[in-house]
């Protein structure tokens, strides 16, 4: 069996204060993923960044913490808090994806190289087989340890790279959605 774990796709990421980002299509593409999970009755996991500093706009209480409306959580589906960039750490997903027999994880979200890739590491570590969506991910401009600046697209083809074929797959939304299809 496997899962759908969707990444802080909170309003506080569309505020217009963040740095310029990648795959404008990210959402898009993660409703795509998420009605086709919801089609085929697989479990969703809604992942949700709340802060422990009261100034953040994650803080609970904020509307920044607040999912998105396309990614609100139905009732059948499982929201996990988290107040690191993983996941996993003090959250209980992986005793709750244990519990149900899943095995296989389908990862999605913001931003690729923080809460995506810290998420997708541990679940590699941990022995799921990880499944990354590369268009269904995206990430901010960030300077490098050097002080220069990366745009959006170098970060998240990084944070790809960092994960492809070492703890997790990498793969698009078409080719996840509709295997062996070829592209036009």
Not at 61 to 72: K, N, S, T, V
Request: a negative charge.
């Amino acid at each position: 069996m496997r899962a759908l774990i969707i990444i802080d796709m909170q309003k506080g990421m569309r505020f217009d204060s963040l740095p310029p980002r990648n795959n404008p299509q990210a959402e898009s593409n993660i409703e795509r993923l998420q009605a086709a999970w919801r089609a085929a009755g697989e479990p969703i996991v809604k992942v949700r960044h709340i802060s422990r500093s009261p100034s953040s706009v994650f803080a609970p209480g904020q509307i920044g913490a607040e999912f998105q409306d396309a990614f609100l959580p139905l009732a059948q589906e499982h929201v996990v808090e988290k107040n690191v960039p993983d996941a996993f750490i003090h959250t209980g997903l992986e005793r709750w994806l244990h519990a149900r027999g899943i095995r296989d994880l389908v990862i999605a979200g913001v931003s690729t190289n923080n809460s995506v890739e810290a998420s997708a590491r541990t679940a590699g570590n941990l022995g799921f087989a990880t499944m990354v969506v590369a268009d269904a991910c995206f990430a901010f401009e960030k300077r490098d340890f050097g002080g220069t600046l990366r745009s959006a697209e170098d970060v998240h083809r990084m944070a790809l790279a960092n994960l492809d074929g070492e703890y997790a797959v990498v793969r698009t939304t078409d080719e996840l959605i509709n295997p062996g299809k070829n592209p036009s």
